[in-house]
């Protein structure tokens, strides 16, 4: 069965305090995992996509890396205006699985 | 380039009424998704149109239609409403197999079932 989850549910960080936000997947057929950003009341706004095993992407604070099994959000000195729920996603075939997201609190 | 468009952006109906969704994808794309997100939940997948055609459906029951409309906008219809129906619609464009396949989403339509 097809499975993502996402680890922790919550997190609270000082304005600068790093830490990184995962997301685990099994899943037969692998065609991308993806993240995305959600704002509460809003729709998920796309940020990464990664495909193979080693593969990295950047965007400001933001770093998403991904293994066999795994895939991470790395936060790099966050700011409030980072504070969401940071939501991964697989996708098979024409499908896409969602994790519950971790929701991340910046406390200035 | 406009962005992905739903309506009504909220609305609350009673067990067992129908309900209809709307959305417009983004320019360019001729792939419309649409997504339960229960809260606290992440989105679960409904069903894809692709060329007017259902390309994919989640574990929905037949209650759950939908249609896609030449210009590439979308329904999504609910039939017999039950309480736990009570939830964010999303709907999501992107283009078909071989592109590079991430969802743009709109800003949902909240749905209450009272």
């Known amino acids: 069965e097809d499975q993502v989850t996402q680890s922790p549910e919550a997190l609270r960080l000082q304005e600068g305090e790093s830490s990184s936000l995962n997301c685990s997947y099994t899943?037969?057929?692998?065609?991308?995992l993806f993240w995305y950003r959600q704002d509460p009341g809003k729709g998920p706004e796309f940020l990464f996509t990664l495909y193979s095993a080693g593969e990295e992407k950047e965007k400001e604070r933001l770093k998403a890396t991904l293994t066999k099994k795994e895939s991470f959000l790395h936060i790099t000195a966050p700011k409030p205006e980072d504070s969401a729920t940071y939501l991964c996603a697989v996708r098979t075939g024409n499908q896409f699985y969602f994790g519950t997201g971790t929701s991340l609190t910046v406390i200035p | 380039e406009t962005g992905v468009t739903q309506s009504p952006t909220h609305l609350i109906k009673t067990r067992g009424q129908q309900v209809t969704l709307r959305c417009s994808s983004q320019?360019?794309?001729?792939?419309v998704s649409w997504y339960q997100q229960a809260l606290g939940q992440g989105p679960q997948f409904i069903f894809q149109?692709?060329?007017?055609?259902?390309?994919g459906r989640g574990n929905f029951p037949p209650r759950f239609s939908g249609l896609q409309f030449p210009n590439y906008s979308s329904e999504l219809n609910v039939n017999a409403l039950e309480l736990d129906d009570s939830a964010l619609y999303l709907c999501?464009?992107?283009?078909?197999?071989?592109?590079?396949?991430?969802?743009?989403f709109g800003e949902g339509s909240r749905l209450t079932v009272l």
């Open positions: 320019s360019g794309h001729n792939t």
């Open positions: 149109y692709y060329r007017e055609e259902e390309n």
């Open positions: 899943v037969s057929g692998l065609r991308g």
């Open positions: 999501a464009s992107s283009f078909p197999v071989g592109g590079t396949g991430e969802l743009f």
